[in-house]
């Protein structure tokens, strides 16, 4: 650990207490600025957290949609914003680099292909499924990889109950703090209340346990296979360099790094 410890906290929307909808994450429904509070709200008790646990500086990346969500005047003021995106692989994780000690992953969600999971998907709508050697990966996964080319850390995820699930079986010394669970369509959440105070005590812990911090158990080269669910898309990943079509929908692609990973998935998602 540096002496000033600094903690970069991405925040996604679709795993927020109690978000459902499509429509409550989507500009110009009439649900959608209640939802942007809610997430300003979750990413103030992670910050909170973090303070408490004694962190000298926070950085939180706003990674839903236009990435213009999070409320900046209702934003923890010593807390630092990014917004918009830059256009660079892994944008959710835009700013991120060696300097920071611990990542935070606030109001993720599970998975392409999951069940029990809340408006699950894998950066888009474009797929069915993702894995990486065999193991389902959602959007936390990938961002945790991309952290630990900076060698940062995950050190907390919340969101649904399968988002945080899938996660542990990657990185099991993480700390969790599932929001809700998925119930077919619907979904079963903890108030909006108890879900920041939940965030906030997890969050402190993760800044005083630095040991439950833990490496990704995914190792280079990447096996990853992308299950489309238009056979257009496919075909046209298919296309990109050293990726192949095995059927209809599926394409599989070996990424030496993390940067070719994600600089691949930018392309096809």
């Known amino acids: 650990m540096s002496e000033e410890m600094s903690v970069y906290i991405s925040v996604d929307l679709e795993g927020v207490a109690p978000v459902v909808d499509v429509r409550e994450i989507k500009q110009g429904n009439s649900e959608y600025d209640r939802a942007c509070e809610l997430m300003t709200e979750e990413a103030n008790a992670a910050v909170e957290g973090a303070f408490e646990g004694g962190v000298d500086r926070v950085v939180v990346r ?31 994780m835009d700013g991120i680099d060696e300097d920071f000690d611990l990542v935070f992953l606030i109001g993720y969600h599970a998975g392409a292909g999951s069940r029990d ?17 065999g193991h389902t990966i959602n959007e936390a ?81 990447y096996e990853i296979k992308l299950v489309f669910a238009e056979m257009e898309n496919a075909i046209r990943a298919g296309n990109y360099p050293g990726a192949e079509r095995d059927s209809s929908y599926a394409v599989s692609f070996t990424a030496r790094d993390i940067e070719e990973l994600m600089t691949f998935i930018d392309f096809v998602k």
């Open 117 to 133: 999971a809340v408006i699950r998907h894998t950066y888009s709508g474009k797929f069915n499924a993702i894995t990486i050697d």
């Open 141 to 221: 996964i990938l961002n945790s990889l991309f952290a630990s080319s900076f060698g940062v850390d995950v050190a907390l995820i919340s969101g649904d109950e399968k988002t945080c699930q899938q996660t542990r079986e990657l990185i099991p010394e993480i700390e969790t703090a599932p929001v809700k669970s998925g119930l077919g369509e619907g979904v079963q959440s903890l108030s909006p209340e108890k879900a920041r105070d939940l965030i906030e005590e997890r969050a402190r812990a993760a800044i005083k346990n630095t040991s439950r911090a833990g490496e990704i158990s995914l190792d280079p080269p």
């Open 62 to 92: 706003d990674a839903h949609g236009t990435a213009r969500n999070i409320l900046p005047e209702e934003l923890d003021s010593r807390a630092e914003l990014i917004r918009g995106w830059s256009g660079q692989p892994c944008g959710m």
